[in-house]
Each structure stands twice: as C-alpha cells, then as structure tokens.
C-alpha cells in the first residue's frame, strides 16, 4: 500500500500535464489534498511497520537475557509499540507469568487479563483459562472456560474438552478431600451441561459426547 501512495505522489507531483494560469488556479487544490492525505498515510503506515519490528526485536533481545523480569518487561513495552498486535504481547504475558515475580507483574497481568477477556476470542479464553488456575483463582477459569463455550457452541469437540477438564479436575480435588473445589466443579459443570441442552435444542447439527462425558452428566445432575 505504502509503495502505490509513493507513485501516486510522484504521478500527482509531476505526472500532470501543463495547465494554463486558470486552470491551475482551478486544479490545484485537489492534488495538494491528495499528496497531504497520502503522505499521511505514508507516515501512518511507516510508523507502526516501524514499532512492530521495534517491538519484535526488543523482545527476541529480552528473551535471549535469560531474565523473566527483562522479558516480561519487554512484552509489555511489545504491547505498546505494536498496537495493533497488542492481544497478541498480552496474552504471552499472562502465559509467561509466575507467581514468584514482584507483585507489579502481578497487576499487570491482572489488566491484561480484563483486556483479554473483552477481547472474547477462543484462544485467548483457553490462555486465560490456564492462567486463572496458575494464580489459583479456579472459579473465574471455570467462569472464563464456560464463557469460551459460547464462541464454539457447536463444536463437540470444544464440549467434549470442557467436561473433560471439569471430570479430571472433580476427580482430582476428591482424591485429596477437597469438598469445596468438588461443589464449585459441579456448580460450573452443570452450567455448562445446561449451556448445552439450550444450544442442542436450537442447533442444526448433533452435538455427540463421548461415553464419559454421558456418564459425567448423570454425575453433575445427581
């Protein structure tokens, strides 16, 4: 796009015919909109190819330090420097967190997760999701996990995933006795089973669960 508005600008510049003192007083001003509209956007363009390699380039250096600080202080100056690539910076953010850094990185991830969230797109719910269980706040993951069923609610293999962490997951709080991670479990996993049988009521395809699953719902609805 930028090289077409450099030929454009060349072509109005100099590209134009002769005109006669009349008509040049006539024409001149739309060229001059023109080279000002496209330089614009020359300069628009040329600045943010300019903060995305600014942006690659500053975290690659962080991520060869060795350092995590460096490194997530880098995807946050990412973020900033590529804007238009930001969800991207955020997410390996919240992935790259631990909770043995400062408690500004902490903060930070927690923005970032609220802008993750409005972002609504699969990918970064499933990295919110991990996130969530990371920092040890399992209702919002499993909040944030049936949220995510709402962008795939046809997908049975999306469905299938869900209630396979939800099954795994009882099965390991009950092992250890953990009664109130159980109840929390079944609380969300019969949320979803209902997701399910309001989308399967008005879906045109068969959402088929595997034999686990079917066994898991008799579980949730007890």
């Known amino acids: 796009m930028?090289?077409?508005?450099?030929?454009?600008?060349?072509?109005?510049?100099?590209?134009?015919?002769?005109?006669?003192?009349?008509?040049?007083?006539?024409?001149?001003?739309?060229?001059?909109?023109?080279?000002?509209?496209?330089?614009?956007?020359?300069?628009?363009?040329?600045?943010?190819?300019?903060?995305?390699?600014?942006?690659?380039?500053?975290?690659?250096?962080?991520?060869?330090?060795?350092?995590?600080?460096?490194?997530?202080?880098?995807?946050?100056?990412?973020?900033?420097?590529?804007?238009?690539?930001?969800?991207?910076?955020?997410?390996?953010?919240?992935?790259?967190?631990?909770?043995?850094?400062?408690?500004?990185?902490?903060?930070?991830?927690?923005?970032?997760?609220?802008?993750?969230?409005?972002?609504?797109?699969?990918?970064?719910?499933?990295?919110?999701?991990?996130?969530y269980l990371k920092i040890g706040a399992n209702e919002e993951a499993y909040k944030t996990l049936n949220n995510r069923l709402a962008l795939m609610r046809y997908d049975a293999t999306a469905w299938n995933d869900t209630f396979d962490f939800y099954r795994v997951n009882m099965e390991n709080f009950k092992s250890i006795n953990n009664e109130k991670e159980v109840n929390l479990i079944l609380k969300y996993a019969g949320a979803a089973y209902d997701q399910l049988a309001a989308y399967s009521a008005e879906s045109p395809l068969d959402i088929i669960l595997n034999e686990e699953n079917e066994q898991f719902r008799e579980i949730v609805g007890e």
């Open 2 to 131: 930028a090289v077409f508005m450099i030929l454009a600008l060349i072509s109005s510049e100099y590209g134009q015919k002769e005109l006669s003192a009349k008509e040049e007083k006539k024409m001149a001003s739309i060229p001059v909109i023109a080279r000002n509209i496209s330089l614009g956007l020359c300069i628009a363009l040329l600045l943010i190819n300019l903060g995305q390699l600014a942006a690659i380039n500053t975290v690659n250096k962080a991520a060869n330090s060795g350092s995590s600080e460096k490194f997530m202080d880098a995807l946050k100056v990412g973020a900033m420097l590529d804007f238009t690539n930001d969800m991207s910076y955020k997410t390996s953010y919240i992935t790259a967190y631990s909770t043995d850094l400062p408690k500004s990185y902490f903060e930070q991830s927690q923005n970032y997760a609220e802008d993750l969230k409005a972002h609504n797109s699969f990918e970064t719910l499933t990295q919110l999701v991990n996130y």
